[in-house]
């Protein structure tokens, strides 16, 4: 039975597009690839704008420096004003001094008072105040000077002195921060646009393709086109897309199957009042042959009773089964070969094609609801007998046997047919799904599991080849055998 079976009178909901510009993911990436970058560039302006004031005043010293050797080349030591002021002007700085052997001397000195100035000292800064002295220049007062003390280059001191303005510091720290922030802005937004672009195609886009999926599957399973297209990829994408598609498959498997069972009880409900009926005239009937006595009839009875009887339980409670769980069992003692001839009688053994054998003790017993048990040995015989005569021209054998393991009981029910499909084994107790017979629904294993597991125990495939097919039924606990004969 399809899917389309179940009922769709509730119209499709239309697919909500949730990647709008305040809730998607697309634009939160976006919005945090530029905060980083962004970041990243701040975190680059304090060291650029350290290195380039050094740079700076290093310039300064070594051109004052040069300006002294010059002043000092003079062989009376004494130079005009005027050439002084020339020296001064063309290194930039105010005053030049040197010290040397513990004696600092004032090589070049403007003739003007000057207030007191600030210090760098070139020979040993530590991190913070090298990072923090360009911001310490930006904010200085109009008018400030910066005395800047260095190691020498062109002659031998201990170290050169030098007092400039900071005047022509603060423009061109400006002019460079301007310049370097414009920069780092084009490469920020370069760099974030290729970060985001990749993100987004390889991230972003794929997530935005499963989540579409995963919305138009759940407004309409239906639909062929809501199942995920598999890209192929092998990371955490692909395996989403593939881990997406298998569930999927398995829901619309699911749902498949639950519009079959809807159809089936549906179907059931129909007509159970009918059946019932029908079993009803039935066990009037055998009623009225018992009082024939004819002794044929009378030794044919029993057996046509108890089956009346189990199909009137089935029927009653089979509403029942189709919307709740099967009925608790009443598990108690019973004898295992009584069981096993009860269950073979009814699935129809032995006939001239089969046999059917089994070594099991008549005071042996399990622990089991009489009416669960019997419908359980009686669908495994008569799969097991189907399977047989379906190989033309075969004979065959079915043997039961019972072994205790740890407290457990094992029934083993074996034949010699041709075995299962494997297809079959994949859905054996999968409703609908693993009958390996023309025209079969599937559910007599999967009901035959259901009330195994309800006695806490399990039925189970041993295996199943060419050679024969081998089910196991577990049953917790091992009775003492019956006393008596």
Do not use: C
């Amino acid at each position: 039975m399809a899917m389309d079976a179940a009922p769709s009178s509730v119209p499709e909901a239309p697919v909500e597009r949730r990647f709008s510009w305040r809730g998607g993911l697309s634009a939160r990436l976006l919005l945090l690839t530029t905060l980083f970058v962004a970041l990243s560039a701040l975190l680059v302006l304090p060291p650029a704008l350290a290195a380039f004031e050094e740079q700076w005043l290093l310039e300064r010293v070594r051109a004052a420096e040069l300006a002294s050797t010059v002043a000092e080349a003079d062989p009376s030591l004494r130079i005009s004003d005027r050439i002084s002021a020339q020296l001064l002007d063309g290194a930039g700085v105010v005053s030049v001094a040197i010290q040397s052997e513990g004696v600092r001397r004032l090589v070049l000195a403007a003739p003007r008072e000057i207030r007191t100035p600030y210090l760098v000292d070139l020979r040993s800064q530590n991190p913070g105040s090298w990072l923090a002295a360009p911001f310490f220049t930006l904010t200085s007062r109009e008018g400030s000077l910066v005395r800047v003390v260095a190691e020498p280059q062109f002659r031998e001191a201990e170290f050169v002195e030098i007092l400039t303005p900071d005047a022509p510091l603060k423009a061109d720290l400006l002019g460079y921060l301007v310049r370097l922030a414009v920069v780092t802005a084009f490469v920020a937004i370069l760099a974030g646009a290729l970060v985001y672009l990749s993100l987004n195609r390889f991230l972003v886009a794929p997530m935005q393709r499963i989540t579409r999926a995963m919305e138009r599957f759940r407004a309409n399973p239906e639909d062929p086109k809501a199942r995920i297209e598999l890209s192929g990829r092998l990371d955490e994408i692909g395996r989403a897309e593939a881990e997406l598609d298998r569930m999927q498959a398995d829901l619309v498997a699911a749902l498949n199957s639950r519009a079959r069972l809807a159809a089936l009880g549906e179907a059931v409900a129909k007509i159970n009042h009918d059946l019932r009926n029908m079993l009803t005239s039935a066990q009037i009937a055998s009623d009225r042959l018992a009082a024939i006595g004819d002794p044929k009839v009378a030794a044919a009875l029993p057996r046509l009773e108890r089956a009346l009887d189990r199909a009137v339980t089935l029927a009653t409670n089979v509403l029942t089964y189709g919307k709740t769980d099967e009925a608790a069992p009443d598990v108690r003692p019973l004898p295992l070969k009584a069981a096993l001839k009860s269950a073979a009688e009814e699935a129809g053994l032995p006939t001239p094609q089969v046999r059917f054998a089994t070594g099991v003790d008549t005071k042996v017993r399990v622990l089991a609801d009489p009416d669960q048990l019997h419908r359980i040995l009686t669908n495994l015989l008569r799969n097991a007998r189907q399977a047989i005569e379906g190989q033309a021209g075969r004979k065959g054998k079915i043997q039961a046997a019972l072994i205790v393991e740890d407290g457990v009981s094992i029934v083993r029910i074996s034949d010699d047919g041709p075995g299962l499909p494997d297809k079959a084994q994949e859905n054996l107790f999968l409703p609908f799904a693993g009958s390996a017979r023309r025209g079969g629904t599937g559910l007599g294993l999967v009901i035959a599991r259901e009330l195994a597991q309800g006695h806490g125990g399990e039925l189970t495939l041993v295996r199943s080849s060419g050679e024969g097919t081998v089910f196991e039924l577990r049953l917790p606990g091992a009775p003492e055998p019956a006393k008596g004969r």
